[in-house]
Nanobody
Framework: QVQLVESGGGLVQAGGSLRLSCAAS????????MGWFRQAPGKEREFVAA????????YYADSVKGRFTISRDNAKDTMYLQMNSLKPEDTAVYYC??????????????????WGQGTQVTVSS
């Protein structure tokens, strides 16, 4: 079992920045594929970013490419999502997810086995 806890969400003005964190426990963090997803009211959960189990490869949704940066610190069992130049359309609940290393980089929520509780990000215009 893997437990994931997100933090760092909040209210920010358009153009601002936030950094989300996802702390993992319960299994060797470095062996996990990790990703960030988000879900806005009335919409399906969508892929934001992912990285490989060693962190060497990163993947982004087109809508966030160039603005968001995903990273991981295996020594701290923590993954991050640095979000810059935020837009009102980035408003959503953000979830971190983890799965077996074989799915590294996947944008499919169904392939991830473990999910955090989510953290709200609200961007005002």
């Amino acid at each position: 079992q893997v437990q994931l806890v997100e933090s760092g969400g909040g209210l920010v003005q358009a153009g601002g920045s936030l950094r989300l964190s996802c702390a993992a426990s319960g299994r060797t963090f470095s062996s996990l594929a990790m990703g960030w997803f988000r879900q806005a009211p009335g919409k399906e959960r969508e892929f934001v970013a992912a990285l490989s189990w060693l962190g060497g490869n990163t993947y982004y949704a087109d809508s966030v490419k160039g603005r968001f940066t995903i990273s991981r610190d295996n020594a701290k069992d923590t993954m991050y999502l640095q979000m810059n130049s935020l837009k009102p359309e980035d408003t959503a609940v953000y979830y971190c997810a983890a799965g077996n290393a074989i799915i590294s980089g996947s944008a499919k929520p169904s392939l991830y086995d473990y999910w955090g509780q989510g953290t709200q990000v609200t961007v005002s215009s």
